[in-house]
């Protein structure tokens, strides 16, 4: 029997992942069908932008783009989610350090990584492992190892279609309908914890998240993504259809040429649990699952992120966001003014060599010509070219989410404690460089373009 793509396999996963998360968390459904809404009278109103998108395979993929985020307790279930990603066709793509905002955990993102892939489904998981060495009270270092030692999050048969992708190289589809229906119970909300209250307010007091990722029986998916085109407009219609959004968007300001990463998100919601007393349970409640949306922008280069560091450490230095918005608008005027400097024009972003772009023939169907060079073919139309979509995360972003949405008061003191080498030991592989990727997909599309433009006629 034939094996079905991985490609597919990802597709299916997450379309299931978003309908069980809009069942659990109602709010979800609201913010997918608003976001829809605004992205259809952007591109109405904004061909240009459509054009791009078009260009670059992003249209298509536009309305099921999604990701998620998930927090685990050991290596060994950080192991078992990338080999569970791989049968999806997704890989580890970069390492992030939130400890830089006394967040205790270090994370990678799984997603695809080919072109055609990302144009399939561009499907991506921010998973962050619990970093146990940074919590303080030893105490309670060795409680959250046992209860972590005593739980497994995959289901046996999940494990076992693992195992048999890994062996016969690929699943059936009735063998991937049922992986998909395995694979989903390990992001399935548990509303019983698995320790009782008075430890998981100890768990709490250490660090929201600790408790979060230590006291229940799995790691709940704690929250999922639709893209926006105009994250602007969300932020602002979000109030309108009571959703409470938090205080500032994270990343960038606004901008006609979009770069990286810009996020916002809806509160956390705060859900009934029950703790064990006993032999029997009492009721509680816990704050960790949100609604999140992005814009994405251009991926930049390594000139280009230092810049895009240096103006953000600018801005942190003049000012530095509030939790309760108290002053949003200060935040968000400084970051305008100091991101004045980041060129706001897709051919000077190009020529300064500050971001990756896809190159694409404009009349791949003419005669061959001959060109000098690829600045060559651009100048006399030949060749035109368009932004590459960041696919990747912000750690200050991610933190800032984080620090939003698990109802910490104070935004913490930066620390900083990476640990790349621990990370991918415990990950079973080595993650992939994002700028090295980005350099490689714009190279490919440029030497696409030169080849097709120089193919000889045929008779």
């Not at 046996?156 to 062996?167: H, N, P, S």
């Not at 979009?258 to 703790?275: D, G």
């Not at 992939?432 to 045929?458: M, W």
Request: charged residues 20%; contains cysteine.
């Amino acid at each position: 029997m034939s094996h079905i793509s991985a490609n597919e396999i990802r597709h299916q996963f997450a379309q299931a992942m978003s309908a069980m998360f809009r069942d659990e968390v109602p709010a979800y459904g609201t913010l997918v069908d608003m976001v829809a809404s605004i992205n259809d009278t952007t591109l109405k109103t904004n061909p240009d932008l459509a054009e791009r998108l078009v260009a670059t395979d992003g249209i298509d993929r536009l309305n099921d783009e999604r990701h998620g985020a998930i927090r685990v307790g050991t290596g060994a279930e950080l192991s078992m989610l990338r080999r569970m990603f791989a049968v999806m066709g997704m890989q580890p793509v970069g390492y992030y350090d939130l400890s830089v905002a006394g967040i205790p955990v270090h994370s990678t993102a799984f997603r695809p990584v080919s072109a055609e892939a990302l144009a399939h489904n561009p499907f991506r998981i921010f998973t962050s492992l619990l970093r146990i060495d940074l919590i303080a009270d030893a105490d309670l270092r060795q409680i959250a190892r046992d209860l972590l030692a005593n739980r497994n999050i995959f289901t046996d048969r999940a494990v076992a279609l693992i195992q048999q992708a890994e062996t016969a190289g690929g699943l059936t589809q009735a063998e991937a309908d049922e992986f998909v229906t395995e694979a989903l119970e390990t992001f399935r909300w548990h509303s019983n914890a698995q320790v009782d209250q008075a430890t998981f307010e100890r768990l709490l007091a250490q660090h929201r998240l600790i408790a979060d990722v230590v006291c229940f029986k799995g790691p709940h998916i704690n929250h999922l993504t639709p893209r926006t085109l105009d994250i602007d407009t969300v932020q602002t219609d979000m109030p309108k259809r009571g959703i409470t959004a938090k205080a500032v968007v994270e990343g960038p300001p606004s901008r006609a040429c979009p770069i990286l990463l810009r996020q916002t998100s809806f509160k956390a919601l705060t859900e009934a649990v029950r703790f064990k007393q006993g032999d029997s349970w009492i009721d509680g409640h816990h704050t960790a699952r949100f609604g999140e949306i992005e814009q994405r922008g251009v991926a930049l280069t390594p000139k280009g992120r230092a810049l895009y560091d240096a103006l953000l450490n600018n801005v942190r230095a003049r000012v530095t966001p509030a939790p309760d918005g108290s002053n949003a608008d200060e935040y968000t005027a400084v970051l305008a003014e100091e991101f004045a400097a980041f060129p706001d024009d897709w051919a000077k972003i190009r020529a300064q060599e500050l971001g990756y772009f896809h190159y694409f023939p404009k009349n791949p169907g003419a005669d061959p010509v001959s060109i000098q060079s690829l600045e060559d073919a651009i100048s006399k139309g030949l060749i035109d070219f368009a932004p590459l979509t960041y696919e990747d995360f912000l750690p200050v972003s991610a933190a800032g989410i984080f620090q939003s949405n698990l109802g910490d008061d104070d935004v913490a003191t930066p620390e900083g404690n990476a640990n790349q080498t621990l990370f991918e030991q415990e990950l079973g592989a080595p993650v992939l460089d994002p700028f090295a990727h980005y350099a490689g997909l714009e190279q490919r599309s440029i030497d696409a373009s030169l080849a097709l433009l120089a193919r000889p006629t045929t008779a």
